[in-house]
């Protein structure tokens, strides 16, 4: 067996230990300490926390749970988080935003908020803390051309963690609903034998549709929901 033959071999049998890896790996922690629920007429506010990164590109998953909740046969009454901000502006800003139910409670008794927040209807106020972040990588690919063509050799490999804590503030009762932990690890890699394929995995989105259905299932379910921490994760 030649060099190029052995070389060949090794790479498939990464390939194949890398591919068996790939995916999407979640992990949801569920909390919730009352028996709130979100009434016909009540309305829900997905907010992200600014005070402490740049959340620039968290807005994508921001508006992905608001879509999310506002659409489909079991649709709640999702307030534009955008326009939310604008109609409290400018309690809402990262540097004097609530950061608890205490800082809301004392933001209430200021004119005209409560007056404003009543006005749009909102009563579940759903803080989401976290991001998406790459975490670790390796491998190369080299490509070369010569008199009987081009073509590129190698494995690259990457990791992405999407972690996200998720906070529900009922204004009604003033108070936290509840906590919902989620985590979601992705492994992407791309091979390359002649020609690079990248397998993507997309730890994002799947934090977005993980976090929707336990919103939704939270903010509906009374009793026997979530009354302790606990992993309903698997690989996905």
């Not at 999407?162 to 985590?183: F, H, N």
Request: glycine share 10%; hydrophobic share 40%.
């Amino acid at each position: 067996m030649n060099r190029t033959a052995i070389l060949k071999t090794g790479i498939l049998g990464m390939l194949v230990t890398l591919l068996c890896s790939c995916g999407v790996t979640s992990r949801i922690e569920p909390y919730k300490q009352t028996n709130s629920v979100i009434g016909a007429d009540d309305q829900l506010v997905v907010l992200a926390r600014k005070h402490h990164t740049n959340y620039e590109a968290e807005s994508d998953i921001v508006e992905c749970i608001s879509d999310g909740l506002a659409n489909g046969s079991e649709a709640l009454n999702v307030h534009s988080s955008v326009e939310f901000e604008d109609k409290l502006y400018p309690w809402f800003e990262p540097s004097i935003a609530p950061l608890d139910t205490e800082d809301l409670s004392e933001l209430l008794e200021k004119p005209g908020v409560a007056g404003r927040i009543e006005e749009t209807r909102v009563r579940f106020v759903v803080w989401l803390d976290g991001s998406t972040e790459r975490v670790a990588s390796g491998g190369g690919i080299s490509c070369a051309a010569g008199v009987g063509g081009a073509g590129c050799m190698g494995l690259a490999w990457w990791e992405d963690d999407a972690r996200y804590d998720v906070t529900v503030w009922d204004i009604q009762e003033l108070a936290s609903a509840g906590t919902i932990y989620a985590d979601y690890k992705g492994r992407s890699v791309m091979p390359a034998i002649v020609i690079p394929i990248p397998l993507i995995a997309r730890p994002r989105a799947a934090a977005c549709k993980g976090l929707t259905q336990q919103l939704r299932e939270f903010l509906t379910s009374p009793f026997g929901y979530g009354s302790s921490p606990s992993l309903i994760g698997a690989t996905e």
